[in-house]
């Protein structure tokens, strides 16, 4: 894997999101498959590196007095952003929307040294009555982490946000599979890392990476089947002077897209 993505995901690795959302009314038409027993195969393209996630819908869970279907992967594992998102975490339904609670994981398959988890609590990843760019959280989850790292003392501010994208009759995905009646999620992942130098009595603030987004990830959901194709773009770019000081490539990138393959839907 490398460094350069290492180091992306390592900014955010301790940041611990907590949201709510009160909005929760809408037409519950378009239909989402949230039966125990229904699962998901995902042939997962990292660059030219495959794998394959089983995604599959496990129990019930209670959290807060609210009842989620719990996802789960096959042996724990999943390589793929949309399958390591939803393991082990639950799932409801509350009118258009879908909404998780749990601990959003990047995936296991990019090889990260340590284990990253972005918590949330019913976080809206899916509004099926939503127009293309219209906010599906009532604002940002947003927040400052302090940390440390090779010695500096780093400041992230961060900002998560899930966004309604296209409503298509017939959608084609890049693998050639047709499904009709699909709605576009977009989640975005903004991320600003700040640090400071002191030199004597003066200290002196230094921008690491300047507000951009560090992650983005468009996912097609089929009504009755669930989300049929994943693209998601992992980013940065900060001064080259900064990156020589710390070690890093000045620029990194990483596509990664995921397909489905077979599923059995109730």
């Known amino acids: 894997m490398k460094k350069s993505i290492l180091f992306t995901f390592l900014l955010i690795s301790s940041i611990f999101i907590s949201c709510s959302n009160e ?3 809408g037409n519950s038409n378009f239909n989402i498959p949230l039966v125990d027993g229904n699962y998901w195969t995902y042939d ?3 660059e030219g590196t495959f794998t394959r996630d089983s995604l599959y819908i496990f129990d019930d869970i209670v959290t807060s007095g609210k009842t989620y279907k719990k996802f789960q992967t096959k042996d724990d594992v999943a390589t793929g952003f949309y399958s390591s998102s939803l393991r082990n975490n639950g799932v409801r339904k509350s009118g258009s929307k879908l909404l998780m609670t749990g601990n959003l994981s990047l995936a296991s398959g ?4 340590i284990n990253l988890d972005l918590s949330l609590t019913d976080f809206v990843i899916f509004n ?3 127009s293309n760019g219209q906010s599906l959280n009532n604002s ?3 927040g400052t982490i302090e940390q440390t790292y090779q010695g500096y003392p780093i400041t992230i ?6 966004y309604g994208g296209e409503s298509l009759s017939t959608f084609t995905s890049p693998n050639g599979d047709i499904y009709d ?3 576009a999620t977009k989640i975005k992942l903004n991320v600003t890392v700040t640090t400071v130098q002191t030199i004597g009595s003066i200290t002196i603030p230094i921008t690491i990476l300047a507000p951009q987004d560090l992650i983005i990830s468009t996912l097609y959901t089929a009504e009755n089947i669930g989300v049929v194709y994943v693209n998601t773009d992992t980013n940065y770019s900060i001064n080259s002077t900064i990156a020589d000081q710390f070690g890093i490539p000045a620029t990194g990138s990483q596509n990664q897209k995921e397909y489905l393959d077979l599923y059995l839907t109730n």
């Open 23 to 25: 909005n929760e009314s």
């Open 44 to 46: 997962v393209d990292s």
């Open 110 to 113: 990019q090889d990260l040294p």
């Open 128 to 130: 099926s009555n939503a």
């Open 140 to 142: 940002p989850v947003t």
């Open 157 to 162: 501010n961060y900002s998560l946000q899930s």
């Open 181 to 183: 009646t699909v709605k």
